[in-house]
């Protein structure tokens, strides 16, 4: 075998060799950014939560002080009436 030959086979099964093992790292690197987007997606999945409980117990204590204005409302009514009826 010619030594041409022989050094072209050589470095044609190291260069084959080389991207193998870099297939492998590239497939290493997607299965990792794979469960970091998983993680991300349930960090912002419990946020959602987090902030959809925040929003309901604002608008119930948005009844709530609604409710107190409105009997404020109703107090307020029945003292002009007295206050009427005084006179």
Known sequence: MDPVQLT???ISFILTLL???LGV???YIFKE???SIVKMNTMLDDAKKVTSTVGDSVSSMSGVISGIKAA???FKTFRKKSDEEGV
Do not use: A, D, E, H
């Open 33 to 35: 950014i794979r469960t």
């Open 8 to 10: 072209i086979i050589v």
């Open 25 to 27: 790292q590239v497939w």
């Open 72 to 74: 404020l409302s109703v």
């Open 19 to 21: 991207l193998v093992l």
